[in-house]
């Protein structure tokens, strides 16, 4: 059964950063698109970024672009999300997925693995 683990979440000023992790097992990595999505009390899930199977292509949603970057390393079956200069409307629960082709989505109905979550609390 593949899984998909996130951690690197926490409390943190605002302006400051956290570096996500999700590491994948039971999964052929490298074959999958990976993306991050987020969570925040009250809201539908929502889009935060996405990166293809290749690590090539990235995509983000307007609102983090210039400030979140997506990345990965095959061979630790590990992608990551480098959060800079966070604001409190960052705040949420983010979850990491996993997607079994070549493109990237920024849906939550093109993934087929998912996170349990982590928590990103940004103070003002």
């Known amino acids: 059964q593949a899984q998909l683990v996130e951690s690197g979440g926490g409390l943190v000023q605002a302006g400051g950063s956290l570096r996500l992790s999700c590491a994948a097992s039971?999964?052929?990595?490298?074959?999958?698109?990976m993306g991050w999505f987020r969570q925040a009390p009250g809201k539908e899930r929502e889009f935060v970024a996405a990166?293809?199977?290749?690590?090539?292509?990235?995509s983000y949603s307007d609102s983090v672009k210039g400030r979140l970057t997506i990345s990965r390393d095959d061979a630790k079956k590990t992608h990551y999300l480098q959060m800079n200069s966070l604001k409190p409307d960052d705040t949420a629960v983010y979850y990491c997925?996993?997607?079994?082709?070549?493109?990237?989505?920024?849906?939550?109905?093109?993934?087929?693995?998912w996170g349990q979550g982590t928590q990103v609390t940004v103070s003002s």
């Open positions: 997925a996993a997607r079994s082709t070549l493109y990237m989505s920024d849906t939550t109905t093109g993934y087929n693995y």
């Open positions: 039971e999964l052929s990595f490298s074959r999958y698109s």
């Open positions: 990166i293809s199977r290749s690590g090539t292509r990235t």
